[in-house]
């Protein structure tokens, strides 16, 4: 006899809605397949439970990770007046404890030993939560997760607790240009339009008031807004869709519906009085960018004609005739970006975002005029049926040979699709083009005019006479200026784009021609080494290829970094317009200087990769370097690297690591001042040098034939190796103890301060880095517990691994808006005393999940080619790869026990062998300790790690 679940199945298949019986929890009302791509062999089956819970399940047999999302169809754009950022709060508060699972660690501290990671955040309109764990752990996660939607506990002591976590969260970000700017608009947000609001929370709006506790805020907010007919669920796993389907009816039958009606909006994002405004704001980095917004209705339903993406593909196109060349070609932007901004039932806005030059700072109404002038030529020449057929032609592409994605960003994508696509189309809605219709684009290109638009300019310089709340942000305001004419001959550059000549045509998979299970060595020359391997898991037509290229030149000193920098950005420049169309037509690259060299990156389809690569390497090699670009280049690239001194505090000390312990490396702002005192004719001399003495480590892997690969490696031996090949080795300062061991202080402008201790693995082995992996998955839960949840130290605490140059090491880290770097090195400290009595208690989960994790298969082709690419970079010129090195690792792991893993831990965490990066002193006068002032002078002495 068929069981129950098996009936189900039958009905579901002949296309039958279904309920469950009175005895059993209420499950389906319908269920249906959507249609998927012919490359994804996963099942997929969509369902609403009785409660009007819209379910997505996704089985896929072979998956090593679960993943689950939920999205709310609710967001700060509800929260009550006076209580901005009480959704956000309470999206923290879900993860503190249920009426089942009443221990405010329980949940992370699940998460850590099922080998999963877990997240949450909130939007305008909804709130999403999401995580992962390994299979054998899904059915008790999704019973723990369904409790948030059922049962919270909001324990009092944990909603004072977490508001410190919120208002840290908002501290932390005070500088964060983003929020700054959306403060600024906030301004002039229709006040009507839920936009135009606070939306993170702190102390001010989250407080206890005499007629309302927040906590109780929070729970009426909880119960009156919370409701299952205004979820999506998506739950990913191997299991059938029998048993997923079985496991979301027992665990989210039970919640609530309301039937809380879907939110809806009418008044307008911009009243009418404050369009045709210039809204300049002072940034907190280095930024040149001018934003046009153009408020626009609700565009969700015409997802199978894409006008919006019409009208963005055209007026953010970076080819030859483009808006962005022409700006380019007078000096006014190096980058450009059209695209809109979707609120949901809030409607939204289409955004032109320019990158500025100091030119195109100053002369930012020409800039505005060149935008419209672009507009207006779309709107000229009308939107056409050729150009909407080919993005049709390369969404189908791309459709069909879809590849996986990691299973978070995938019930992520999935849930908010869900909330974006009729049920049907959930899985290809994004890739449909059914209908071509000109006037639905007209209609949208009618609102880009300059009367419908409100402008906002990043000005580091200006005079400001106003101030936005809660971020501070100095802001002014002014009409719009009158735009220049702009000559017609100058016009006549301005040419929408003619069809794409990298449309891939030959996609066919080749038959495979060698069974080597790693790729195998098809060049082995002092100059040059190439891998290869055909692949056998995808079956796709696409190939990644990688070359790292070692030269002398790069290395040498920090006036040959700065050369190289430049050099690789004007390349890049020169590039742009001609590989712009094999990046819309799935095909791309990137060029980027590392510590002793260049690293060369092409993925895609591999119909057109080799004529993509031949025009990189003439360019590098034989690159027009003009004078005009050069200053623009330049300039920007000052400022991307100035600005990596404008991050999180937590995040600069994290960047001062490598700079303090490993040569060839320099800090930002070192790097930035090189770079201004660095002309073209420098760069010049640099680029005649580049290949000279080099050597060249290549892999191909994909749908490419060895003759193939030996073709393109001659073109790599042909231009980018001259000479004996000679290379600089990388040296890493090995910490030796020292009484108080080490410190170095970094000045942050930033309220926050922040800690960061560096801990060096006492060697390099495989068992040390058995043993720091296991540290790591060990304290990473337990760290954050105490540290934040319980001391409310601040919003950023973690612990991660650090491997620098292949030596393993870890971190701990903290950010406080309240606590002094040496508060924290005391927290520090005390939570590893307390390392011993617990360290090892849950040694085979913790070991589960990490040999889970080296053993997953990878998920798509370019997370294959990047582990044997590792392998490949790690063995050096000259060096034995090893393939297999991650099951080497994973049989050093199942040697750990918690004696071997106590006693390392005494050795790791020796106070005598750490070095803290902190933003103010940490020890005292009188302590000892060695402060590292003279960084070239302090990583230059004592034993160094040679890195290959």
């Known amino acids: 006899m068929l069981n129950r679940f098996a009936w189900i199945a039958l009905l579901w298949l002949c296309g039958v809605a279904v309920a469950w019986s009175a005895d059993n929890p209420p499950a389906l009302t319908t269920a249906f397949t959507p249609e998927k791509s012919p490359n994804d062999d996963r099942q997929y089956r969509y369902l609403e439970l009785a409660n009007g819970l819209r379910v997505l399940l996704v089985s896929s047999p072979e998956a090593e990770e679960s993943a689950v999302a939920l999205r709310v169809n609710v967001g700060s754009a509800v929260d009550p007046v006076g209580r901005e950022g009480l959704a956000?709060?309470?999206?923290?508060?879900?993860?503190?404890?249920?009426?089942?699972?009443?221990?405010?660690?329980?949940?992370?501290?699940?998460?850590?030993t099922s080998g999963g990671t877990h997240n949450a955040y909130t939007a305008l309109d909804h709130t999403l939560y999401f995580y992962t764990v390994r299979p054998a752990h899904l059915a008790q996660s999704l019973e723990r997760f369904g409790q948030f939607f059922t049962a919270p506990l909001f324990t009092e002591a944990y909603v004072t607790r977490e508001r410190e976590a919120v208002n840290a969260e908002y501290q932390a970000k005070i500088k964060d240009d983003a929020r700054r700017s959306r403060a600024v608009l906030n301004h002039f947000t229709n006040p009507a339009h839920p936009a135009g609001r606070f939306t993170v929370g702190n102390l001010n709006t989250l407080a206890d008031r005499e007629d309302e506790p927040v906590r109780d805020a929070l729970i009426d907010f909880y119960q009156r807004e919370y409701s299952a007919n205004i979820m999506s669920l998506v739950v990913l796993g191997p299991q059938s869709l029998e048993q997923l389907a079985a496991w979301a009816s027992s665990y989210f039958a039970s919640i609530p519906n309301k039937n809380i009606a879907a939110p809806t909006n009418a008044e307008p994002l911009f009243k009418k009085d404050r369009l045709k405004t210039l809204v300049r704001y002072q940034p907190v980095k280095e930024l040149r960018e001018l934003r046009l917004m153009f408020p626009i209705p609700n565009s969700a339903g015409y997802y199978p004609e894409k006008p919006l993406t019409q009208i963005a593909d055209l007026l953010g196109h970076e080819g030859k005739g483009s808006l962005l060349s022409a700006l380019k070609q007078e000096g006014l932007a190096v980058a450009l970006w059209a695209g809109d901004s979707d609120m949901g039932p809030y409607a939204g806005s289409f955004i032109v975002s320019v990158t500025l030059t100091d030119k195109g700072q100053r002369e930012y109404a020409r800039v505005m005029?060149?935008?419209f002038a672009a507009i207006d030529l779309i709107v000229k020449d009308g939107p056409q049926a050729w150009r909407f057929e080919e993005l049709a032609q390369l969404a189908a592409i791309n459709f069909r040979f879809q590849e996986r994605q990691r299973p978070s960003a995938w019930v992520q994508q999935l849930v908010n699709q869900m909330n974006r696509y009729k049920p049907a189309d959930i899985l290809q809605g994004g890739y449909m083009y059914e209908r071509f219709d000109a006037s639905l684009t007209q209609y949208f290109l009618n609102f880009l005019k300059p009367e419908h638009a409100l402008v906002l300019m990043a000005d580091n310089d200006g005079a400001f006479s106003h101030q936005a709340?809660?971020?501070?942000?100095?802001?002014?305001?002014?009409?719009?200026?009158?735009?220049?004419?702009?000559?017609?001959?100058?016009?006549?550059?301005?040419r929408l784009p003619k069809p794409n000549p990298f449309v891939p045509s030959r996609l066919q998979v080749r038959e495979r021609v060698s069974d080597s299970p790693v790729p195998?060595?098809?060049?082995?020359?002092?100059?040059?080494?190439?891998?290869?391997?055909?692949?056998?898991?995808?079956?796709?037509?696409?190939?990644?290829i990688r070359i790292q290229l070692r030269t002398p030149s790069v290395g040498k000193n920090i006036a040959s970094r700065a050369q190289a920098e430049l050099y690789v950005a004007m390349v890049l420049d020169e590039l742009n317009e001609y590989s712009y169309p094999a990046f819309l037509a799935g095909l791309g690259f990137d060029v980027q200087v590392t510590a002793r060299g260049l690293e060369i990156t092409v993925a895609g389809y591999n119909d057109r990769q080799g004529l993509l690569l031949t025009e990189?390497?003439?360019?590098?090699?034989?690159?027009?370097?003009?004078?005009?670009?050069?200053?623009?280049?330049?300039?920007?690239?000052?400022?991307?690297?100035?600005?990596?001194?404008?991050?999180p505090p937590y995040i600069q000390l994290l960047q001062q690591i490598v700079p303090t312990l490993y040569q060839p490396a320099w800090p930002q702002h070192a790097l930035a001042d090189a770079l201004a005192n660095t002309g073209?004719?420098?760069?010049?001399?640099?680029?005649?040098?580049?290949?000279?003495?080099?050597?060249?480590?290549?892999?191909?892997?994909?749908?490419?034939?060895?003759?193939?690969?030996?073709?393109?490696?001659?073109?790599v031996r042909q231009q980018l190796v001259k000479g004996n090949a000679r290379d600089l080795p990388g040296k890493l300062k090995v910490l030796t103890n020292?009484?108080?061991?080490?410190?170095?202080?970094v000045e942050v402008n930033h309220p926050d301060d922040a800690l960061v201790i560096y801990h060096q693995a006492p060697g390099h082995s495989l068992t040390d880095r058995a043993h720091v992996a296991m540290l790591v998955q060990s304290l990473r839960s337990p760290f954050f517990h105490q540290l934040r949840t319980e001391q409310q130290l601040g919003y950023v605490v973690f612990t991660s691994a650090l491997p620098i140059a292949d030596y393993p090491g870890m971190v701990l880290v903290a950010q406080s808006p309240k606590a002094t770097p040496l508060e924290l090195r005391t927290a520090f400290d005390g939570f590893l005393d307390s390392v011993p009595e617990w360290l090892g208690d849950n040694l085979p989960a913790h070991r589960e999940a990490l040999l889970a994790e080296l053993n997953e298969k990878p998920r798509n082709l370019a997370d294959q080619a990047g582990r044997y690419w590792t392998a490949i970079a790690d063995a050096g010129p000259g060096g034995e790869v090893d393939f297999y090195r991650r099951d080497a690792l994973a049989d050093a792991l199942k040697e750990v026990n918690a004696v071997t893993l106590r006693t390392?831990?005494?050795?790791?965490?020796?106070?005598?062998?750490?070095?803290?990066?902190a933003t103010r002193p940490v020890a005292s006068e009188t302590e000892p300790v060695t402060r590292v002032t003279d960084v070239d002078t302090f990583k230059a002495e004592g034993p160094q790690f040679i890195v290959p």
């Open 88 to 112: 956000h709060f309470l999206e923290h508060m879900l993860f503190l404890g249920t009426e089942k699972f009443p221990e405010p660690d329980g949940w992370p501290g699940f998460i850590a």
């Open 369 to 371: 005029a060149w935008v």
């Open 520 to 544: 195998e060595r098809l060049i082995n020359e002092p100059q040059l080494r190439l891998w290869h391997m055909q692949d056998n898991q995808f079956n796709l037509p696409r190939s990644v």
């Open 616 to 647: 990189i390497l003439e360019a590098l090699v034989s690159p027009r370097l003009e004078a005009a670009r050069f200053a623009n280049v330049r300039t920007e690239l000052i400022r991307r690297t100035r600005n990596g001194d404008r991050q």
């Open 738 to 745: 020292v009484r108080g061991g080490y410190e170095r202080d």
């Open 904 to 917: 390392y831990a005494y050795q790791l965490f020796d106070p005598d062998r750490r070095i803290l990066f």
């Open 469 to 494: 709340a809660d971020y501070d942000t100095p802001y002014a305001t002014a009409p719009l200026p009158v735009l220049p004419a702009i000559a017609p001959q100058a016009l006549q550059q301005l």
């Open 680 to 715: 073209l004719a420098e760069v010049k001399t640099f680029g005649r040098e580049l290949n000279q003495n080099a050597q060249a480590d290549m892999l191909a892997y994909g749908n490419l034939l060895p003759p193939e690969a030996r073709q393109l490696a001659a073109l």
